[in-house]
T-cell receptor, first 112, second 116 residues
């Protein structure tokens, strides 16, 4: 089955800095890679996703890159703000009805 | 539209007791998933329903866990008898049916289970 590794487990940055969270996956058939953000006490919510037919996707301050050859993908947050503080989860799946496999999560702390 | 609803939000029980968690998915979503997160670890898959049928229950830890989905609507996850290692946050998620495109899951807020 699929195995997703996520690093770092904790990331502490100053407001305005950039943050990068990295994930690797094992199943080369995986083709859909969502990222979820879970704020304290709230539900995980999809913030951005990427499919294997593109190498990069941006949405305002958030971007995700995918390297299919190396089987890794990353989340980039620029100009971090305190409200970006949350746990971020990466996931990988084969799309369609396939079940996403999640990483361990990264606790991002943005200091004002 | 209403989101995925889970109940209770937090349950504290003693070892050996029984707990039942409930999930109401988004109306019309055929797929319903249960996941569990133990502190600091991944959101681990437990099982997947398509309508009322168990599609994949390979992630269920053992036979102390029983999941049902009555009439393809809400689902329950019962733990009986509960053990200390069952503590964690149990997430429910749902998604639309079909086999094309991405399988976008909508999560509930989770049910935190503490077994003492």
């Amino acid at each position: 089955g699929e195995n997703v590794e996520q690093h770092p487990s904790t990331l502490s940055v100053q407001e305005g800095d950039s943050a990068v969270i990295k994930c690797t996956y094992s199943d080369s058939a995986s083709n859909y890679f969502p990222w979820y953000k879970q704020e304290l006490g709230k539900r995980p919510q999809l913030i951005i996703d990427i499919r294997s037919n593109v190498g990069e996707k941006k949405d305002q301050r958030i971007a995700v890159t995918l390297n299919k050859t190396a089987k890794h993908f990353s989340l980039h947050i620029t100009e971090t703000q305190p409200e970006d503080s949350a746990v971020y989860f990466c996931a990988a799946s084969k799309g369609g009805s396939y079940i996403p496999t999640f990483g361990r999560g990264t606790s991002l702390i943005v200091h004002p | 539209e209403a989101g995925v609803t889970q109940f209770p939000s937090h349950s504290v029980i003693e070892k050996g007791q029984t707990v039942t968690l409930r999930c109401d998915p988004i109306s019309g979503h055929d797929n319903l998933y249960w996941y569990r997160r133990v502190m600091g670890k991944e959101i681990k898959f437990l099982l997947h329903f398509v309508k009322e049928s168990k599609q994949d229950e390979s992630g269920m830890p053992n036979n102390r866990f029983l999941a049902e989905r009555t009439g393809g609507t809400y689902s329950t996850l019962k733990v009986q008898p509960a053990e200390l290692e069952d503590s964690g946050v149990y997430f429910c998620a749902s998604s639309q049916g079909g086999y094309s495109g991405a399988n976008v899951l909508t999560f509930g807020a989770g049910s935190r289970l503490t077994v003492l």
